[in-house]
């Protein structure tokens, strides 16, 4: 339920004036246990993580602007996916929901802070040392790694200094990101405000929770899979080693554990955030709370039984690739529940198009367009004609970027007020918005039309056929990196103080615990818990 | 100074969320033992089997766990 009634004045009283000085300099950013900070330097790593990812995506699509080699290496281009993919979504994507998390979380349900504040300063600083590892091993011989972010053997057994510093990233931040999970699931379970139950808390804090659970469950997978990895590279062992009798296939079977409940971890923390938007711009409570909850369980569920999906190719009993197909389709029921209740929220509301709305609307459309190539690509016939083509990178950029990163603009924009006291510039974040929007479709629809020619993935190189949707989709990817400019434009605006002042509740429809509180929010909240009725 | 019973809250909200984490990282770190043990102890199905079965028994607590009555 969207909607918590809860006493306003017992809520104001959780500011506490004489709290309201805050450390400066640089050591208030490095020993900070404050959520607001945390949650500020998150989101400013993965905004940077998202313009380094940006610059490599926008090297590969430079050198297919046309056929032939012309800007990069093979070899360089292969480190460019590999780097891209790790980037984007360990280094971009996670800690962006992090950062809301440890922003929103304790603002939504009236606790102080996160549960262990400590803890959480260093789930942060964990973080840069992992990115500076994998940006560096570009410089290391031998170059980055290059087998693709899903990291493989036999060819991550094979490559050189490069590879190591990859696995150690991903173990460094699979700890970081275990350690924020933790965070957030005891914040949630143990210091909600007293009288919100589980079932009043905003959406947001359910998706999260349920997010924090499936972390807990896959990270350790992956960091067991990556061990093994690195064991079998320098210690003798062959776990996915075939010529010592290890078994490569059984690499991609536990990568893919985690690799799919992976991209609910990604798009499950959108979910909430356009759930806590939606509503606020129709002016309506959200439409079937419950069973959005129940959906986004059925969903992290569900999403432990798929990973086969992945390698129908790689051979499996038919009874195998039944069930793996038939199970991912049924991932569409509870989905398109979430998807009806959104559109059911709107439908008759008093809407009006902000830019956070704009970006939810955005989401909607697009995700959806995601998810039912994600049907086509879970059929397994349709799948094996698919495979590692230009079709299936089409599919996951539409579930990741226009579906995770256009509800992270919807929830900048709709908070960013809250943050810096400050409202955004309306028209810039509408040119974003638009900007975006088609220039997303300008570079990520085509290759949909190079899948289905057969254009194969993690090539530099293709045949003159697919010349000029590639062309098409080059000129796309550039217009849509150069309007995230445009994000960090706005942002830098508010934070300047340059823009109308910010009331505490600056959406008319916001009736979640945040909008109680002054804006900019002060440095301590709810010291005295308010009480939810 | 702190009136004594916030102090005991406060305490005894500490162990709360001390206890609920060591519970959740004993769950992450069975998982990164058992995909390692799993192998070392049989095939891939053995693996998997290992896995599924973490899962389920995961599941079952963490939904276990949220439905107890309250206190």
Known sequence: MSSIPHDRAAAGHGTHDDHAHHPTGLMRWVTTTNHKDIGTMYLWFSFTMFMVGGVMALTIRAELFQPGLQVVHPEFFNQMTTLHGLIMVFGAIMPAAVGFANWMIPLLIGAPDMAFARMNNWSFWLLPPAAILLVTSLFVPGGAASAGWTLYPPLTIQQGMGMDLAIFAVHIMGASSIMGSINIITTILNMRAPGMTLMKMPLFCWTWLITAYLLIAVMPVLAGAVTMLLTDRHFGTSFFNAAGGGDPVLFQHIFWFFGHPEVYIIILPAFGIVSQIIPTFARKPLFGYASMVYATAGIAILSFIVWAHHMFTVGMPVAGVLFFMYATMLIAVPTGVKIFNWLATMWRGAMTFEAPMMFAVGFLFLFTMGGFTGLVLAIAPIDMQLHDTYYVVAHFHYVMVAGSLFAFFGGVYYWLPKWTGTMYDERIAQIHFWTSLVFFNVAFFPQHFLGLAGMPRRIPDYAQQFADWNMVSSIGAFGFGLSQLLVLYAVVKCIRGDGAKAPAKPWEGGDTLEWTVPSPAPYHTFETPPVVR | ?71
Not at chain 2, 46 to 53: L, M
Request: no cysteine; hydrophobic share 55%.
């Open chain 2, 1 to 71: 100074m702190q009136p004594q019973h916030a102090r005991n809250d406060a305490a005894r909200l500490r162990a709360t969320n001390v206890r609920t984490a060591l519970v959740l990282l004993t769950i992450a770190l069975v998982f990164f033992g058992g995909v390692i043990a799993a192998r070392f102890m049989g095939g891939w199905t053995t693996g998997i089997s290992v896995v599924g079965f973490a899962v389920f028994v995961f599941l079952a607590f963490a939904i276990g766990r949220n439905l107890r009555s309250p206190k």
